[in-house]
């Protein structure tokens, strides 16, 4: 199989050819398991919303914090360098990266607070706003998503790589003191953790 394209030249993306010849694909390609990470965390932003237990909101904003801890360190590490050697557009890419840098602050004060504090409820919601503003950036037309598809990036590899790392990621940040909170029938909580 032919070594293809220039932009293949970083460590990764050694890893990435090696990867296309030797391995059967992914069930998964990179977008598909980025875009089953945003709905599993508007999922739970969704509940968050409509639950009254302090309990249940203190376990979903832990989820919620840990889940895209995990989802921005993938993007940030492989997919998000990926499309920027691919496409070279950096104004998207910079944006992305510099939503990633807002959230992170918030999602870190949220995760030193606790239903407790008075504005635990109103730190989730802006949350929750500025994560659908960025997922919307990602996933509309002309976005970074389907600028990656455009370029014709590895998806299949990239996939299978954003899987390995964040099995790494998860067994490195074990949820503390709270119950994963299943969303739909048939889902093990383990699922949630563990893709
Ligand atoms: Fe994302
Ligand atoms: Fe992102």
Sequence with gaps: M????????????????????GRAPATQDAIALLKADHRQVEAWFEEFESTRSD??????????CQALKV??????????????????????????????DGAKKL????????PDDDYFDAKVTVL?????????????????????REAGMDLQVLGEQLKERKQELMSETPQRGGRPVPRRPGRSPAQYFRM
């Design 2 to 21: 032919a070594r293809s394209k220039s932009k293949r030249k970083t460590k990764s993306a050694r890893k990435t050819g090696q990867a296309a010849r």
């Design 55 to 64: 309990r249940r909101k203190l376990d979903l904003a832990r989820n919620i």
């Design 71 to 100: 989802h921005t360190s993938i993007e940030e590490e492989i997919f998000y360098p990926a499309f920027l050697e691919a496409t070279g557009d950096k104004e998207i890419h910079h944006e992305a990266e510099v939503e990633h």
């Design 107 to 114: 999602i870190a004060q949220i995760q030193a607070s606790s």
């Design 128 to 148: 929750s706003e500025m994560i659908k503003h960025h997922v919307k950036e990602e996933e509309k037309r002309g976005g970074m998503f389907s600028e990656a």
